[in-house]
């Protein structure tokens, strides 16, 4: 039996050990076949494999609860889960998500995107199933990357305390992203290298089921020497201590050594943690190698490892960091945070060169932006590059520890806007209506990258909290070793006047306002752009100008309208009755999946076809309105 015969896990459930392995020979080529064609989370998938067939093996689901942490790793799941046939279309427009989503199949009980939610919700279902009288059990599945956020141990204490009988396996492949960091993660490599331990206390565990009577003399003395083995192999175990039975370390790839340990979980009438150690990028050489670099690459050839991109400039980020490099050269007080993403954010380049002064404080977004707010006190200038979906997480940091205190903290917010394959849960599109709403934030976006550096160079100087925006992909690719320009803080750019209409933009969206204005010109209309730049400060005086000088204004942002930019011009103009017609185009109150960034703007009218057709028709109903007011 082979993969293209099995629709369900009812199917893995009959097989044997060879025909599992078979089977997850198969899984790996398609998971290779397909992310070299279109990209996608082939490293951390390639490293479930095993665990994954063997988790459905071993639980009756969807019966039982299987709960992913991200979702990112769930490619073998998918393909166990009746999506093979749809598996080619994966993070596609129109195609299945790269994530679990709970309207694609009644198996993927949790949607998620962000680490380390899975424990509380796995928490959170099995408590529901106690209180509910049901039956069935709850495996939640976090890597060691994800433990290391807060949020994941907030629901370790409260599954410890609360003795919810669960399963808690910790795919440890030591990697986040990025090689995993901090403490916690020392303490797993210990785990890790002790096996001992398991088997010494497999076989105590053994002797003590065949003991019948409970507290007999004999028990007492086997427990208390189960607890001096404990104690001697790995100085107390924290899963142990917190109230979990804990298993481990297991070869997450033998199948002979994951199905017995899950089986006997499964049994086990208290929470447990099941330790199983995987490799990223298992069974695919490329990714073994360089399992940081194939963690999401985009397409690749298969035989080399090679990426298939055309050539393109710089991209924001690699210009924000590198900008971040030159003033830091001046600046000795520059420190940067990433919180477990130093490739995405391209701080790696920044820590090459300042070791001592770049923090990877692990998945750990909040403590990034109280430790950004500890530094920048004691005289520190930090700056914490986040991408927009990622800060979402931070905001009671940014809220009461930031921007309460008025401290000089930058947010580089990295992939503001639509983001694409990612889809729903990463759409950079909130936060600039989360972060305006907080007194002493400042809120900028250049149109381009030269721009971005010359914000970022003005955000240093700032005594107040900036969040500094910048999008996915590459600028105008201005040569990084120019001057950088100094942009007046919070002066926006007139760059064209017109009297039907002024379209006022915010960040690089400003050249399909350009590219439409041009058409709008050529079609008879005066039409006005200006570059806002800011949205806190607003540059109320350039708006005062501008509103005196045309007939009605049209807001763009790659943003939900809802608090965004326009949002703000709309809380100046009602405060200085500006009486000109004001309309806002961005993005709608909804959740945009996972597409090519083209095909939403497109959809929503933010294109340049889309901008022409909007405004001629709204130029054409105001001038019908006017006219009809006359007479
Ligand atoms: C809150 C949050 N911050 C950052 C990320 C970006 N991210 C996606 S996967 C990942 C690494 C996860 O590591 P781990 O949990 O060990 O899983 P692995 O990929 O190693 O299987 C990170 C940092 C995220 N998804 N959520």
């Known amino acids: 039996m082979g993969l293209n015969s099995m629709t369900l896990p009812e199917d893995v459930r009959k097989l044997t050990i060879a025909q599992l392995e078979r089977l997850s020979k198969e899984i790996r080529q398609a998971i290779i076949e397909t992310t070299a064609?279109?990209?996608?989370?082939?490293?951390?998938?390639?490293?479930?494999?095993?665990?994954?067939?063997?988790?459905?093996?071993?639980?009756?689901?969807?019966?039982?609860?299987?709960?992913?942490?991200?979702?990112?790793?769930?490619?073998?799941?998918?393909?166990?889960?009746?999506?093979?046939?749809?598996?080619?279309?994966?993070?596609?427009?129109?195609?299945?998500?790269?994530?679990?989503?709970?309207?694609e199949s009644e198996y993927d009980t949790w949607e998620a995107g962000h680490a380390s939610t899975s424990l509380s919700a796995?928490?959170?279902?099995?408590?529901?199933?106690?209180?509910?009288?049901?039956?069935?059990?709850?495996?939640?599945?976090?890597?060691?990357?994800?433990?290391?956020?807060?949020?994941?141990?907030?629901?370790?204490?409260?599954?410890?305390?609360?003795?919810?009988?669960?399963?808690?396996?910790?795919?440890?492949?030591?990697?986040?992203?990025?090689?995993?960091?901090?403490?916690?993660?020392?303490?797993?490599?210990?785990?890790?290298?002790?096996?001992?331990?398991?088997?010494?206390?497999?076989?105590?565990?053994?002797?003590?089921?065949?003991?019948?009577?409970?507290?007999?003399?004999?028990?007492?003395?086997v427990e208390r020497l189960k607890d001096l083995a404990h104690y001697a192999m790995v100085a107390g175990n924290v899963f142990e201590e917190l109230g979990f039975r804990y298993f481990g370390p297991v070869d997450g790839h033998s199948f002979d050594d994951l199905i017995p340990v899950l089986a006997?979980?499964?049994?086990?009438?208290?929470?447990?943690?099941?330790?199983?150690?995987?490799?990223?990028?298992?069974?695919?050489?490329?990714?073994?190698?360089?399992?940081?670099?194939?963690?999401?690459?985009?397409?690749?050839?298969?035989?080399?490892?090679?990426?298939?991109?055309?050539?393109?400039?710089?991209?924001?980020?690699?210009?924000?960091?590198?900008?971040?490099?030159?003033l830091a050269e001046q600046q000795p007080n520059i420190v940067a945070i990433t919180a477990a993403m130093p490739d995405g954010t391209k701080l790696d380049k920044f820590a090459e060169k300042y070791p001592d002064r770049c923090f990877d404080?692990?998945?750990?977004?909040q403590h990034a932006a109280t430790f950004a707010a500890g530094l920048a006190l004691a005289g520190m200038r930090p700056v914490f590059a986040v991408y927009s979906t990622f800060?979402?997480?931070?905001?009671?940091?940014?809220?009461?520890?930031?921007?309460?205190?008025?401290?000089?903290?930058?947010?580089?917010?990295?992939r503001a806007g639509l983001v694409g394959a990612d889809g729903a849960t990463h759409q950079g599109v909130f936060d600039i209506s989360f972060l305006r709403t907080v007194p002493n934030m400042e809120i900028a976006m250049g149109k381009d990258d030269r721009e971005l550096r010359g914000l970022l160079a003005g955000a240093l100087e700032r005594p107040h909290p900036v969040a500094l925006r910048y999008p996915r992909g590459s600028g105008q690719g201005y040569p990084i070793t120019d001057p950088i320009i100094p942009i007046t803080w919070g002066r926006g750019e007139w760059s064209h006047q017109g009297t039907d209409l002024t379209l006022i933009t915010f960040g690089p969206i400003y050249f399909t306002a350009l590219a439409a204005r041009d058409v709008l010109e050529s079609r008879g209309f005066s039409v006005g752009l200006v570059n806002a730049r800011f949205v806190k400060p607003l540059d109320v005086e350039l708006l005062e100008k501008v509103a005196i000088n045309t007939g009605a204004i049209m807001t763009i942002e790659e943003h939900v309208v809802a608090g965004g930019f326009g949002s703000a011009v709309n809380e100046w103009a009602s405060g200085a009755h500006v009486t000109i017609p004001i309309r806002n185009e961005g993005l709608p109150d909804e959740f945009i999946d996972h597409g090519p960034v083209s095909y939403f703007l497109n959809l929503y009218g933010l294109d340049t076809d889309g901008l022409v057709r909007k405004a001629e028709s709204w130029i054409g109903e105001l001038k019908t309105l006017s006219a009809s007011r006359e007479r």
Request: glycine fraction near 10%; proline fraction near 6%; include cysteine.
């Open 361 to 365: 404080v692990g998945i750990a977004e």
């Open 391 to 414: 800060l979402q997480r931070a905001y009671d940091q940014l809220v009461h520890d930031v921007c309460h205190q008025d401290l000089p903290v930058i947010f580089a917010v990295d």
């Open 264 to 326: 006997h979980a499964r049994d086990v009438q208290e929470p447990v943690v099941i330790h199983v150690i995987t490799q990223k990028g298992k069974g695919y050489r490329p990714a073994e190698e360089n399992p940081g670099v194939f963690h999401g690459p985009g397409p690749f050839e298969i035989d080399s490892g090679r990426f298939i991109k055309s050539p393109e400039p710089p991209s924001y980020s690699q210009v924000f960091s590198e900008t971040l490099s030159q």
């Open 122 to 221: 796995a928490l959170g279902m099995a408590k529901a199933r106690d209180l509910l009288k049901q039956d069935y059990r709850v495996v939640a599945v976090i890597g060691d990357g994800a433990l290391t956020a807060g949020m994941a141990w907030e629901a370790l204490n409260q599954i410890g305390h609360l003795k919810t009988p669960m399963v808690v396996v910790v795919n440890d492949n030591s990697m986040s992203i990025a090689p995993n960091v901090g403490a916690f993660s020392r303490y797993l490599t210990d785990l890790r290298s002790a096996p001992a331990y398991y088997r010494l206390k497999q076989e105590v565990e053994s002797l003590l089921d065949g003991i019948p009577v409970f507290g007999s003399p004999i028990k007492r003395t």
């Open 37 to 103: 064609r279109s990209g996608g989370h082939i490293g951390a998938s390639l490293g479930t494999v095993e665990l994954t067939v063997a988790l459905h093996r071993v639980y009756n689901t969807p019966h039982d609860k299987l709960v992913w942490d991200i979702g990112h790793q769930a490619y073998a799941h998918k393909l166990l889960t009746g999506r093979l046939g749809s598996f080619a279309s994966i993070r596609q427009l129109g195609g299945i998500s790269g994530f679990l989503k709970r309207r």
